[in-house]
């Protein structure tokens, strides 16, 4: 990609747009050729270098996405920006699946238009300088508050500083307690809004109904008990970053409006009519499989294109335990601060009783392990005796693994298992999907399917 000039190939059939983007493009520092449909296009491609291609879905001749999958035979790495009207925004989701980067929706502006190519171009080349990671591994990364000795971890670490100068969104994936939000606040502090505001929010910590009005604010009046006008997390975190954690969990109706906010950077507050225009980067963090969320129709295609623009997987601690003994010192070296006393030291019987665990709740764990040995351990040693795992108790008796109950299928008995898991929380699904370890949304899909109409909550 050229350093100074991106060249940009525009593929649309409507003479006068075309000319539009053309001068647009120019303005703005790009170099641009265009085509009136797809096969001029993939000639002028055969010819040419072009680091993104703009192209309508509707074109005469070839179509937009037989283009879009010709492209990506011939170089699978070149991002596509789809332009489409709104009603065919299912058949853009369709592309951005075989392969688009992004789609904007007609009619829009030439600005948001720029503020896409801009965005994409980063994101790719980001993904050109990924290629050499394992290369780029060799050098060591270190940031405050991260330890990553580890190369699964400092992979994580080479990822940061490439996405930390650009304003690409980032989705966060991993399981609980392995530091997602200790990364989102890495991403903040190395990028140029650094001396902009950090503003987290989780989306499971807020009951559902309320979650709307903490993102964007309500209106004196918008509901009874708002006396006064407040701003929401995205108003906060203007010329900033918001860090929003569980997104998975986040409601329908809620995550349309994300949508907006991420596509047009702008929303009104709840109850309010004035739109507010925001310059906020997110980065957001999930323990969920959203794919999966997908499928089971809790999350929203187009949402999940937007926002995993670049995905960063935090290995369990399982998966580096290189990493425990660094670990367990710094969290010795926290401790010893907080209370004033010299650092204790651990011996190698307790340290291997670490390395041998799995640490279901990973780097959390540890570190709430490691505080209790500090607090009750008698001398300035810590042994073995004084690390106390949360192991699960074993079956009396070594009983085997409960089996499938005669009569019954697998649905049967998982549909069982919820019906009493409502039964034992008194009906309320919130703590109902906590006791089985399910989203909010997953259960209310779950007992959708199961025919049990979602009823509110009942108060335990």
Same mark, same amino acid.
């Given at each position: 990609m050229s350093a100074?000039?991106?060249?940009?190939?525009?593929?649309?059939?409507e003479a006068k747009l075309r000319r539009l983007l053309e001068l647009q493009l120019a303005e703005e520092g790009f170099l641009s050729q265009s085509a009136p449909d797809a096969e001029t296009g993939l000639q002028l491609l055969n010819n040419a270098k072009f680091d993104l291609i703009v192209s309508d879905f509707k074109l005469p001749g070839m179509s937009g996405l037989d283009f879009l999958q010709t492209v990506k035979r011939m170089n699978a790495g070149l991002p596509v920006i789809i332009m489409t009207a709104y009603g065919t925004v299912e058949s853009?989701?369709?592309? #951005?699946? !075989?392969?688009?980067?992004? =789609?904007?929706?007609?009619?829009?502006s030439l600005a948001e238009l720029v503020l896409v190519i801009r965005k994409e171009l980063d994101a790719h080349r980001l993904r050109v300088e990924n290629r050499d990671l394992r290369e780029a591994l060799k050098q060591r990364y270190e940031y405050a508050n991260i330890v990553a000795n580890s190369d699964k971890m400092q992979a994580?670490?080479? #990822?940061?500083? *490439?996405?930390? +100068? /650009? @304003?690409?969104?980032?989705?966060?994936?991993?399981?609980?307690g392995v530091g997602k939000d200790l990364i989102a606040r890495a991403i903040h502090e190395h990028s140029n809004r650094a001396s902009g505001p950090f503003v987290k929010i989780n989306s499971t910590a807020i009951p559902e109904n309320l979650l709307e009005s903490e993102l964007f604010g309500y209106e004196k009046g918008a509901f009874s008990g708002a006396a006064s006008s407040k701003p929401g997390k995205f108003e906060l975190a203007d010329k900033g970053t918001l860090f929003l954690d569980e997104i998975g969990d986040v409601p329908p109706a809620t995550q349309v409006k994300l949508l907006r906010v991420l596509q047009e950077r702008e929303f009104e507050r709840?109850?309010? /009519?004035? /739109?507010?225009?925001?310059? !906020?980067? $997110?980065?957001?963090?999930?323990?969920?499989?959203? &794919?999966?969320? %997908?499928?089971?129709?809790?999350? *929203?295609?187009? $949402? =999940? =294109? *937007? $926002?995993? !623009?670049?995905?960063?997987?935090?290995? +369990?601690?399982?998966?580096?335990?290189?990493?425990?003994?660094?670990? !367990? @010192?710094?969290?010795?070296?926290?401790?010893? &601060?907080g209370s004033g006393q010299p650092p204790k030291t651990i011996t190698p019987a307790a340290m291997n009783l670490l390395m041998g665990f799995h640490w279901p709740g990973n780097v959390r764990e540890l570190e709430n392990i490691i505080e209790r040995a500090v607090t009750l351990s008698a001398g300035p040693t810590i042994d073995a005796a004084d690390i106390h795992l949360d192991v699960p108790a074993a079956r009396p008796g070594g009983a085997a693994p409960p089996s499938l109950p005669p009569g019954l299928t697998?649905?049967?008995?998982?549909?069982?298992?919820?019906?009493?898991? %409502?039964?034992?929380? @008194?009906? @309320?699904?919130?703590?109902?999907? &906590?006791?089985?370890g399910l989203s909010r949304n997953a259960l209310r899909y779950r007992l959708d399917n199961m025919g049990v109409p979602d009823a509110p909550d009942k108060q335990t």
């Open positions: 100074e000039k991106p060249s940009i190939l525009v593929v649309e059939d853009a989701v369709e592309a #951005m699946k !075989v392969g688009a980067s992004d =789609y904007v929706l007609k009619p829009f994580v670490l080479a #990822m940061i500083e *490439r996405v930390a +100068p /650009t @304003n690409s969104t980032v989705l966060l994936g991993g399981e609980s709840l109850g309010g /009519t004035k /739109t507010l225009k925001v310059d !906020v980067r $997110l980065v957001a963090a999930t323990n969920r499989d959203l &794919r999966a969320a %997908l499928e089971e129709g809790t999350f *929203r295609e187009d $949402l =999940y =294109y *937007r $926002l995993n !623009v670049v995905a960063i997987d935090i290995p +369990p601690l399982r998966d580096h335990k290189e990493d425990i003994p660094a670990l !367990v @010192n710094f969290f010795l070296a926290k401790f010893a &601060r697998l649905d049967q008995w998982e549909d069982e298992i919820i019906r009493e898991a %409502l039964r034992q929380a @008194n009906g @309320n699904k919130s703590a109902a999907a &906590r006791a089985l």
